[in-house]
Structure formats: C-alpha cells, structure tokens
C-alpha cells in the first residue's frame, strides 16, 4: 500500500526506517506543494520544478539523525565538522588539507569569485561558458570581475567548447569556471576531453568545476576531476549535497583543491563554521546511504523516461541530460511559456540562447511530472 511523503516522513523519523527494512516506505510523494506555495493567480503549486531539487530526500536515516541531533544543538559543532571533514576526505580519497566545507557550494563559489576579486597579481578575467550556473559569475561581477563568456551553440550541440574556452585564456584571465555537467544545459562533458583541457590550461590559470550534478553522471568518479587534483593540477572542485542527497534547504557542500588554494580561497568563506549541528550529523550519515542515493538515482532516472516520452509527443527535441533537469527548445517567448505553465500550477525555468527559448524542468516525482504533461498539453 502506498503512503505518502508526510506519513512516509513521520514513520521513518519516529522508526528508524531503512531501505533494506521498509523499501515499501519509498512510495511517491504527494504531489501538493508545502502551504504557502502558490501558483501563478494564488491556486495551488501543484509540481515545483524549477530548482533542481531532490523531492525525495532528506533520507529517512538522514531525517532521523536530525531529531537525534536537535537536543544538542545547544553545543557548537566544530568536533562534528571536523569528523564529517575527514570522512569526506576519505570518501573523496584525498587528505583532509585538501577539503574545505561550506554551507552548499553556493557559498565556496562565492568564496571564489572573492578570492579571483583580491587576490594580488592575478588577472581581472573569468573565462566561463555561457549560459552556466550564475553563483560565481554573479558575485565576480559585483566586486569588478570581467566575465569573458563563450557561448553555447547548436554546432557544438550546445556543450561547452573546452578548445574556444583555452583559446580565451589570456594575462588578464585569473580563473576559468565551468559547470559539470552543465546548468542548464544538462550536457555532460567528456572525461578524457575534460582532464586533458585542465592538464594544459591549468597550468596558465585555476580552473574550477562545478560538480554539483556529478552523481546523476553514469560514473560519478570517472567524470569527477578529482583525480586531476590528486595529480597536483591547478584545479578546484566544488559539491554540494543539495542535488542526490536532498539537502537543499540544510544547505551543505565542500571543495577539493591543492592546501595552498584552499588556504587562499578560505579567507573568503567560513571553513565550515555556519554548519549547523543538525547539518553535519545527518550529512555523516547520508554520505554512507548508498541505498538512498541507488533509490534517488533510479526514482530520477524513471522521471526522465516519463518526461522524454511526454516531449516526444509534442514534438519537442530536448539536450541530452545528464543531470535532474532536462532543457528543450520551446516554440513561443520564454517568459510566456513560464507564465502559461504557472497557470496550470507548474513551476519551471526559461532561457533564450543562439537565438532560441528554452525550458528547463527539474525532474520531480511522477505526480508532479504528470502535473508538468498536463500542463504542457494545454500550453503547447
């Protein structure tokens, strides 16, 4: 028998349910939104699929330590960051100098983008693919960054040119930045193309990958640039536990570079310091709750079947994705189509790039993927 989300919630915070125990605890969803969430003329959101998020988690276990951890968020957490630093480290398989925690990637990236501002004798110049996910471009330019963009274009099949990007490595430049796989595009760069463009390019500037949407790749850890960090690269990584792990709104995430980066960029951020103690306990568990994440994997992976199928049938060609979104061209102005679908209670998001609108919708529950079909029939 089904339940849902709230029930399923309750039942496994009070329990201690776990996956191999109670796979029957993983039902889908609701599909109705938390009260005060509406829609475009104050009706009710029905499918909330703007945001990349991850409707299934927190893990129950995660949701578990969270109460456990409550009771004791009288006590600052240092001792817990640390242990959830040095787990990380070993998860990652890199020294515990080389990772540096912050409250989601959003707030490393920042940190970056303050770190290219100041730091002396380095150039003024972001080189970055565009459209990519505006974090660290959007804070550069507040503290005088130029942003050197290289568009996204259908002759490449709108993936991030690594050879245009090198070609506009110059003096001036002091960092180049690029998502992986990309937001919003979804397209996932070649490991091989990739590590070979931090090899040579690295060696003239930093290079930072954004890999907030790695593990939703086939292998997470052959198209993780980790391993070019191991090798001494100048290259900085980024993750966040907001994407699989369901943790957007506990806000969590962790760098990988060399130690004499991270001491620079540090400056810049808190190391970890904003954690809660709620935060980091249950993100100790989560990182070990790889029957979670299979079960977040595959709940995707169905979703984007449904909605590949859906698309098809309007006759709309969407990138490949590797990620929890998929974007596709649209046939009349982004914003009216954004408009017309928040009317039918579905929240998604536009772009206009290489002359064309574009839609990108976050991968939900099949309620909700239901709730964007419906939507879209009426729309399109």
């Avoid at 039942?11 to 605890?25: H, Q, R, V, Y």
């Amino acid at each position: 028998m089904s339940i849902n989300r709230r029930d399923w919630l309750r039942t496994s915070m009070l329990s201690g349910l776990s996956l191999a125990a109670a796979p029957a605890a993983f039902c889908e969803p609701e599909p109705e939104m938390p009260a005060g969430f509406k829609g475009f003329k104050g009706g009710p959101l029905k499918a909330r699929l703007s945001a990349n998020e991850n409707p299934y988690g927190p893990s129950p276990k995660a949701l578990k330590t969270i109460t456990e951890a409550a009771p004791d968020g009288y006590l600052y957490a240092m001792e817990y960051a640390r242990q959830f630093r040095k787990q990380v480290a070993e998860t990652e398989g890199v020294p515990e100098d080389h990772i540096l925690l912050g409250a989601g990637s959003g707030e490393l990236l920042t940190a970056a983008s303050l770190w290219a501002a100041y730091r002396p004798n380095a150039g003024r110049t972001i080189v970055a693919p565009d459209p990519t996910f505006d974090a660290l471009p959007r804070a550069a330019v507040k503290h005088g960054i130029t942003m050197d963009k290289v568009p996204l274009v259908a002759a490449d099949g709108y993936d991030i040119n690594l050879n245009k990007l090198n070609e506009r490595v110059g003096s001036q430049t002091g960092m180049v930045y690029l998502c992986n796989p990309n937001n919003p595009t979804a397209i996932t760069v070649d490991p091989a193309k990739l590590r070979a463009f931090c090899e040579a390019v690295g060696a003239k500037t930093p290079i930072l990958v954004d890999e907030a949407y790695i593990d939703y790749t086939p292998d997470p850890k052959a198209y993780s640039m980790v391993d070019m960090v191991k090798k001494g690269s100048n290259v900085i990584i980024t993750k966040t536990f907001s994407k699989v792990h369901g943790f957007a709104g506990l806000r969590t995430g962790y760098m990988i570079a060399k130690p004499e980066l991270l001491e620079q960029i540090s400056k810049f951020a808190t190391g970890g310091g904003c954690l809660s103690m709620t935060t980091l306990r249950a993100a100790m568990v989560s990182l070990q709750d790889k029957d979670f994440i299979k079960f977040s994997l595959g709940k995707t992976q169905e979703s984007k079947d449904y909605l590949h199928g859906v698309l098809k049938q309007h006759n709309y060609e969407p990138l490949p994705s590797g990620a929890n979104f998929v974007m596709f061209p649209i046939r009349m102005k982004g914003e009216d189509f954004v408009t017309r679908m928040m009317e039918q209670g579905v929240s998604i998001r536009q772009w206009k790039f290489d002359g064309q609108y574009w839609c990108r919708v976050s991968l939900g529950t099949m309620p909700q993927m239901q709730a964007f079909a419906d939507g879209l029939k009426l729309v399109s």
